[in-house]
T-cell receptor
Framework: DAGVIQSPRHEVTEMGQEVTLRCKPISGHDYLFWYRQTMMRGLELLIYFNNNVPIDDSGMPEDRFSAKMPNASFSTLKIQPSEPRDSAVYFC??????????????FGAGSRLTVL | EDKVVQSPLSLVVHEGDTVTLNCSYEVTNFRSLLWYKQEKKAPTFLFMLTSSGIEKKSGRLSSILDKKELSSILNITATQTGDSAIYLCAVEQASGTYKYIFGTGTRLKVLA
């Protein structure tokens, strides 16, 4: 299994530009999570999906952020317009539904975003 | 508000030392507690704990959960420079669906 795949790995953009981050979860995993990591705040949950349906988006900082999961193998996190304070590492993670032994969250390598 | 708190925030030790990292939580609908190690990239899974008092071990690393005290510890014995990383604690909530709340992590640096 290739694991959780994220792209791009690095993105440098200017304030006001649209940013789209992409994620392919592990096949068969029906939960997908988007996290943001900064030195000050650690790993913050932005939104998560179950069977492609958004369950909790209370962590999305503001309307500039949106996320979609059009099918079981693809999700996007979009920031429009981007601001310097959005600079962070964005992680996608997935997990399967199952018994207690199956509840390990597996992370992608992350997308490092720098907004100038 | 649900929260997970880790201590210390950072730690510098010498090779061979033993370290203990702490995680405490106030989370509704607790299901499990997980420890992850994060080096330069993605967090990687170490342990999952669901029952109090049962130690999980993997080589020089071990962890235990105390549900009465709402806490967990991660021990690393005979530390090596390769143990330098951020150690993250996460609590899984289960109330219909599953959600993970992470602490801010403990940054461990092991000096040669």
């Amino acid at each position: 299994d290739a694991g959780v795949i994220q792209s791009p790995r690095h993105e440098v953009t200017e304030m006001g530009q649209e940013v789209t981050l992409r994620c392919k979860p592990i096949s068969g995993h029906d939960y997908l999570f988007w996290y943001r990591q900064t030195m000050m705040r650690g790993l913050e949950l932005l939104i998560y999906f179950n069977n492609n349906v958004p369950i909790d988006d209370s962590g999305m900082p503001e309307d500039r952020f949106s996320a979609k999961m059009p099918n079981a193998s693809f999700s996007t996190l979009k920031i429009q317009p981007s601001e310097p304070r959005d600079s962070a590492v964005y992680f996608c993670a997935s997990r399967p539904t199952g018994s207690a032994g199956a509840n390990v969250l597996t992370f992608g390598a992350g997308s490092r975003l720098t907004v100038l | 508000e649900d929260k997970v708190v880790q201590s210390p925030l950072s730690l510098v030790v010498h090779e061979g030392d033993t370290v203990t990292l702490n995680c405490s939580y106030e989370v509704t609908n607790f299901r499990s507690l997980l420890w992850y190690k994060q080096e330069k990239k993605a967090p990687t899974f170490l342990f999952m704990l669901t029952s109090s008092g049962i130690e999980k071990k993997s080589g020089r690393l071990s962890s235990i959960l105390d549900k009465k005290e709402l806490s967990s510890i991660l021990n690393i014995t005979a530390t090596q420079t390769g143990d330098s990383a951020i150690y993250l604690c996460a609590v899984e909530q289960a109330s219909g669906t599953y959600k993970y709340i992470f602490g801010t992590g403990t940054r461990l640096k092991v000096l040669a």
